[in-house]
Antibody, heavy 121, light 114 residues
Framework: QVQLVQSGAEVKKPGASVKVSCKAS????????MHWVRQAPGQGLEWMGW????????NYAQKFQGRVTMTRDTSISTAYMELSRLRSDDTAVYYC??????????????WGQGTLVTVSS | DIVMTQSPDSLAVSLGERATINCKSS????????????LAWYQQKPGQPPKLLIY???TRESGVPDRFSGSGSGTDFTLTISSLQAEDVAVYYC??????????FGPGTKVDIK
């Protein structure tokens, strides 16, 4: 069965960086894009960007350009999202979510369990 | 970016009654080449990730109860829960996947029991 298992909670100081991992299993990792979505406490869902695990190509939401980097390691079927220059308003649960290649046009059918990132001095 | 809005922000419905949530996109999400609306609905319960309920505006994901239905086209869409059950208490989000460069969500609608 398809599973996306994310790394554990993180506490970071303002200005630091955080790197969240998302290990995929139960399907061909390179056959689906991985998206990242975050949710601040009590707030809605905010799409951050996607990575094509096959090519490594990425596309980031304008809001995060310059601060976010999405990478992957196909040998271990794992996607990563790194966010730098953290601020207190980056405190959120970060989710990875799978979808077919964007050219196919399909939403996110499987999600990770979420990783809480807390930014506090 | 395509901006998604939802109404109402929240609603309370009696068990067994109908719940209706509206979603509007700032531009059409209907692809004329295949006549499909690139609009999805998700359900999120507290402490859980979102769950895909409906895609192509009206196609239920496998395993989703048939009391959930989606309708609409172009820029205006509706999610209907025909007979609200206790386990349907959640926040519901619409999302457009028309733009391959930006997959925006609506702000969410919270559904409670009256």
């Amino acid at each position: 069965q398809v599973q996306l298992v994310q790394s554990g909670a993180e506490v970071k100081k303002p200005g630091a960086s955080v790197k969240v991992s998302c290990k995929a299993s139960g399907y061909t990792f390179t056959g689906y894009y991985m998206h990242w979505v975050r949710q601040a406490p009590g707030q809605g869902l905010e799409w951050m960007g996607w990575i094509n695990p096959n090519s490594g190509g990425t596309n980031y939401a304008q809001k995060f350009q310059g601060r976010v980097t999405m990478t992957r390691d196909t040998s271990i079927s794992t996607a990563y999202m790194e966010l730098s220059r953290l601020r207190s308003d980056d405190t959120a649960v970060y989710y990875c979510a799978r979808a077919p290649p964007v050219q196919v046009g399909f939403p996110f059918d499987y999600w990770g369990q979420g990783t809480l990132v807390t930014v506090s001095s | 970016d395509i901006v998604m809005t939802q109404s109402p922000d929240s609603l309370a419905v009696s068990l067994g009654e109908r719940a209706t949530i509206n979603c509007k996109s700032s531009q059409s999400v209907l692809y004329s080449s295949n006549n499909k609306n690139y609009l999805a609905w998700y359900q999120q319960k507290p402490g859980q990730p979102p769950k895909l309920l409906i895609y192509w505006a009206s196609t239920r994901e496998s395993g989703v109860p048939d009391r959930f239905s989606g309708s609409g086209s172009g820029t205006d869409f509706t999610l209907t829960i025909s007979s609200l059950q206790a386990e349907d208490v959640a926040v519901y989000y619409c999302q457009q996947y028309y733009s391959t460069l930006s997959f925006t969500f609506g702000p969410g609608t919270k559904v409670d029991i009256k």
